[in-house]
Each structure stands twice: as C-alpha cells, then as structure tokens.
C-alpha cells in the first residue's frame, strides 16, 4: 500500500473549496449562498470551519487549538474565501482575514449594500485593504434582502477552478503543500475503507519515515470531515470515505491493476475479522 501511494497517483494543483464565513442562523447569508450553491454550482465545495473544529476537538488527545492557525490552514485549501459580514464573529474575520495577504489574497468580501450609505470601518478599512490584495477583486455590495449570489459566482470564476494535474511526488512531509497532503489522507482512508486517526497516522509514519506533524494531520482530517470527505462510522472512532464525493487522487495509467490488487488482498483480511467489526464494514457498504 505505501508503494502504490507514493508512486501510483496525480493530484490536481489546487482545491476546489469555497472557505464561507458569515452568520449561523437560517436566514443569514452565508447559509443562504451555500444553499444556492448546492443548487446551482455542485462542483464547488462549500465548507463551513466550525464543522471542522468541532471534529478536531471532539478527536481526543489534542494540543491547544490555535484558530488563527487553522483558519490559515483551511485557506491553503481552498480556491475562494467568501465573507459575508453579518455577524459578530463574521465582523472579526473581515478584519483578521484583510490583514494577513494569504488570507486577503482569496478574499471576496459580499457586502450588505443596505448599509453602505454611509461610511463605515468596514467599507474604510479591510474593503479597501481587500481590494488591494484579493486576487478577486474583492469587495461586493448585493442587497442582503435579494442578494445576487451569481455575481459572487462570476467572482470566483475569475480564476478558474483547477483542472490541470500532476504527479503526487511524496518525498518529506514537509515538502508536500497542505492540499497534497489533504489528498493523501483522503487516498489512504479510501485504499482503508475504514480507519482510525491512529491508522491513518500509523500509515504516514510508513510514508515518511516517522517524520510528520500529528498535529497537522489530525486538523487536516478534520477538514475532511467538515467537507463530507471522510464519514465518520461506528461507536469506536472509524472514518470511512465518501464515495459520492470527486476522488482527489487519480490513479496513473498502468497502475490500476496494482490497486485492484491490493483491494482483493484488503478484503481477504477483512473477512477474517471479528463480527462486530464486519457489521460496521457491511454498514459502509449499505450507505455507500
């Protein structure tokens, strides 16, 4: 399995998800655009954090969370940031995000046009600073009351999603983008089929010879799980694959027959195991 994976796959350049701050409630408008989103634009992968962090912190033994570290993490992933100001947290993030250019840089920030009568900190502050640096052009005035969530998409649009890929070359783990290694954890639960954090770490450790961030790959496991890459099974901690989901690694020409391979062998060891493990496979396959 660690040779097919470091030798077998292409992943694309970048991610498709779409980072959307805003507020929690129905109505607001970032529930909204995800809503229109599914809709209307199903290759873009909305994603909300907090799903994220409450996997993290809900994963056991982990060190201090650092949201402002994590936030720069998922915005590594992603293609897009859109922010919609319209919430206590959400008001903060316009100022967090406007000062850092990582963050800044993938900024499209949606404006409530209702208020921008009059000048305001945001309108005089992190929307200048934004517009600036956002790869986007960032700011947008749209009536929250009938927003035009297409001129958001056009926006986005403005760099093309990612079709373009290349080979996976897994040498450090330090040498690997987060995307890289986002696609590679995503890869070892499918090749799995079911998992723990602990296997997934144990697998890396194989990879890279011990030397990788526990930290990082839990957070980036998290991610999957807010995105719905990863399901989480069972009452002992098991993760499955979504199948429903694009695969984020493809596997190369000539190699397909390894991985078949490799999967018979997988399922010849899983039918030795113990019944109530089989009972959580069979469930996998049930809602695959």
């Known amino acids: ?42 290759d873009l992968e909305i994603f909300f954090p907090e799903f994220a962090m409450h996997s993290y912190f809900s994963s056991g033994d982990v060190p201090p969370f650092d949201i402002a570290d994590f936030e720069l993490l998922v915005a590594q992933l992603s293609h897009a940031i859109v ?14 995000f406007s000062a850092l250019p990582e963050l800044a840089k993938k900024t499209i920030l949606a404006m409530d046009a209702s208020y921008q009568g009059k000048d305001s900190f945001i309108s005089l502050g992190p929307a200048v600073k934004l517009n600036k640096t956002s790869r986007f052009n960032a700011a947008i005035q749209t009536s929250y009351d009938s927003p035009e969530f297409i001129d958001i998409i056009d926006r986005i649009n403005r760099i093309p999603l990612p079709q373009h890929r290349k080979d996976l070359t897994i040498d450090k783990f330090k040498d690997l983008t987060s995307y890289e290694l986002y696609c ?20 890396l450790s194989s990879i890279f010879r011990s030397h ?28 499955y694959a979504n199948v429903k989901k694009s695969d984020l690694l493809k ?7 390894e991985k078949s391979e490799l999967m018979i062998d997988m399922a010849n060891i899983y039918s030795e195991c113990d019944p109530e493990f089989l009972h959580i496979l069979e469930g996998i396959q049930n809602a695959a």
Request: include cysteine.
């Open 251 to 257: 596997i190369k020409t000539g190699r397909a027959r």
């Open 184 to 203: 590679l954890i995503y890869k070892c639960f499918w090749l799995l089929r079911i998992a723990t954090i602990e296997d997934i770490v144990y697998i």
């Open 1 to 42: 399995m660690v040779q097919l994976i470091k030798t077998a796959y292409t992943v694309l350049r970048s991610g498709n998800i779409i980072f959307v701050c805003g507020g929690n409630n129905p109505e607001h408008m970032r529930q909204r655009f995800s809503t229109y989103c599914a809709d209307n634009h199903p």
């Open 212 to 239: 990788l961030s526990k930290t990082k790959v839990k957070k980036l496991i998290s991610v999957l799980v807010g995105a719905q890459y990863i399901i989480e099974t069972g009452p002992y901690g098991h993760f």
């Open 83 to 96: 922010l919609f100001p319209e919430a206590p947290g959400s008001y903060a993030e316009t100022g967090y």
